[in-house]
C-alpha cells in the first residue's frame, strides 16, 4: 500500500512559479514510475507530467519548457516545478502511482 500526499499549491500571479511535492509512504516508492495530473473545473484529469524509476521524463505539450518533474528517491518525494504560470494552468493537481494510487490533491490557483 502507498500513500502520497500533496503539498506546495497556492495562489500566485500569472508569471510566477510553485513548486508542489508529492510525499509517499512505503519503502518500494522509488522503484515505480509516478505522475502528475490536474482537473479544472468541468473538464477531465489530464496528464501533466510523467517520471520513470529511472528519471526519465515526459511532459503534456502545454507545459512543455515551463514544468520540471523531478524525483527524490531518498526523500521518496517527486516534485513538480511550475513556471511561467498562466491561468489555464489553474487546477487541483494531483500525484498518481503507478496508474494505481492517486493522492488528495492540491489546488493551483493562477490569476491574471
Known amino acids: 500500500q502507498v500513500r502520497l500526499v500533496e503539498s506546495g499549491g497556492g495562489l500566485v500571479q500569472a508569471g510566477g512559479s510553485l513548486r508542489l511535492s508529492c510525499a509517499a509512504s512505503g519503502s518500494m516508492f522509488r522503484f515505480g514510475a509516478t505522475a502528475w495530473y490536474r482537473q479544472a473545473p468541468g473538464k477531465q484529469r489530464e496528464l501533466v507530467a510523467h517520471i520513470t524509476s529511472a528519471g526519465s521524463t515526459n511532459y503534456a505539450d502545454s507545459v512543455k519548457g515551463r514544468f520540471t518533474i523531478s524525483r527524490d528517491n531518498a526523500k521518496n518525494t517527486v516534485y513538480l516545478q511550475m513556471n511561467s504560470l498562466k491561468p489555464e494552468d489553474t487546477a487541483v493537481y494531483y500525484c498518481?502511482?503507478?496508474?494505481?494510487?492517486w493522492g488528495q490533491g492540491t489546488q493551483v490557483t493562477v490569476s491574471s
Open positions: 498518481n502511482y503507478l496508474n494505481d494510487y
